[in-house]
């Protein structure tokens, strides 16, 4: 079974920066894709940021492309979300997400991961 623990949320203001960490228990890192979605209220659940493990390769939404950067550490099997220049509309909840795939084809679809954290708020204001 796989449990995810996330970390790091909080209130910040906006221009700040904030870092997302997911510690993977029971699936390695390196031989599986990992994702962070965000989900605002009333809204469906996005990919923000996707990595393959396996190879290093990187996806982002379109609205954090240059703000946003997703890593791992093989090493404590963790994932991490950094976010630099934060907005209020990147104000919600982020889960992180894992799937024992790799080299997927659409890494933002959310059947592609079987595994879900419990969520973290993020919040920033104006």
């Known amino acids: 079974q796989v449990q995810l623990v996330e970390s790091g949320g909080g209130l910040v203001q906006a221009g700040a920066s904030l870092r997302l960490s997911c510690a993977a228990f029971?699936?390695?890192?390196?031989?599986?894709?990992m994702g962070w979605f965000h989900q605002a209220p009333g809204e469906e659940r996005e990919l923000v940021a996707a990595?393959?493990?396996?190879?290093?390769?990187?996806y982002f939404a379109n609205s954090v492309k240059g703000r946003f950067t997703i890593t791992t550490d093989k090493a404590k099997n963790t994932v991490y979300l950094q976010m630099n220049n934060l907005k209020p509309e990147d104000t919600a909840v982020y889960y992180c997400?894992?799937?024992?795939?790799?080299?997927?084809?659409?890494?933002?679809?959310?059947?592609?991961?079987?595994?879900w954290g419990q969520g973290t708020q993020v919040t920033v204001s104006s």
């Open positions: 990595i393959d493990g396996s190879d290093g390769s990187t």
């Open positions: 029971g699936r390695t890192l390196k031989t599986s894709t």
């Open positions: 997400a894992s799937s024992w795939r790799i080299r997927v084809t659409d890494p933002s679809a959310r059947y592609v991961y079987d595994s």
